[in-house]
């Protein structure tokens, strides 16, 4: 049984809320949107899409991307619809999106703030993604955008200072390669974990979409334009912490490398 995590997404709509902070994540959902709609094309069965068809999105947050991304799927399920059949969606098929995310995340904002004028009706999901938090059988398209990379948890050791495993490395550049192998083998675990539930959640034939930013392989994180930020990032948490000798500096940080 996975436990509620003590983090969780700013919900509501301030200054650093989610919503107002996620402007990156969303520039992956437009970049994207085209690939989506092939793929969408090319692989989901049109015997799938009948009167009921239901979209579920797995980490959604408070918004506004989740409403981006299954509007996306929506939209690229009926244009399908259409130029196949040549019938008009709106006419034949009833869409349900089902939201899910840890029950502490602000779902009353994400209901509050639904597009006006949507084709959809909705429903939370409450729980974490590395269960089973659907009946068998119980959606046709789900998405996981900017949730894939997530971690069940930080492994044993990364935050012990007498452990082989201890994260004190800030950056990027001369990351400990037994830190690396051990969230390797947590997102091993993990990875197969969520897509045994899915497996069993998704109809026969449906489609999962798994958006996120990956690197080539050969390319370490270190020579990208993000890992170069990210080792700035450390290098000053580092300073902090020989400054302030405060342990909270390293359990920030290995929040950010978890996340
Ligand atoms: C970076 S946000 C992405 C939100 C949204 N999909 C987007 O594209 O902007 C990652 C979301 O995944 C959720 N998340 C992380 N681990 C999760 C888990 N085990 N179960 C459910 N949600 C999880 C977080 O709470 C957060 O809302």
């Known amino acids: 049984m996975t436990t509620t995590p003590d983090w969780i997404m700013i919900g509501g709509d301030g200054p650093e809320s989610y919503n107002q902070q996620s402007s990156y994540q969303r520039a992956l959902l437009e970049a994207t949107k085209d690939k989506m709609t092939k793929a969408i094309s090319a692989n989901l069965d049109l015997d799938l899409i009948s009167n009921r068809f239901i979209v579920a999105d797995f980490g959604c947050a408070s918004g506004p991307n989740t409403f981006v991304a299954v509007q996306n799927i929506i939209d690229a399920v009926e244009e399908k619809y259409r130029r196949e059949t040549g019938q008009n969606p709106a006419d034949n098929i009833e869409f349900q999106v089902l939201f899910n995310d840890f029950s502490l995340n602000d ?60 994260n004190k490395d800030m950056q990027c550049t001369g990351f400990n390669p037994a830190v690396k192998k051990a969230y390797l083998d947590q997102y091993s675990i993990d990875t197969k974990i969520l897509l045994d539930a899915r497996a069993e959640e998704l109809v026969p034939g449906g489609l999962m979409l798994l958006l996120g930013s990956c690197l080539r392989d050969g390319v370490k994180m270190s020579e990208t334009p993000k890992g170069t930020v990210m080792d700035f990032i450390g290098e000053s948490l580092s300073d902090l912490a020989k400054q302030v000798h405060n342990l909270i500096v390293i359990v920030l940080y290995n929040c950010i490398s978890t996340n």
């Open 107 to 166: 779902f009353n904002t994400l209901f509050q703030t639904l597009p006006p004028g949507r084709r959809y009706f909705s429903a939370g999901v409450p729980g974490s993604f590395f269960e089973r938090v659907l009946p068998k059988e119980s959606f046709h398209i789900g998405v996981m955008s900017y949730a894939f990379h997530f971690t069940s948890k930080i492994p044993k050791g990364i935050m012990d200072r007498d452990s082989p495993l201890w």
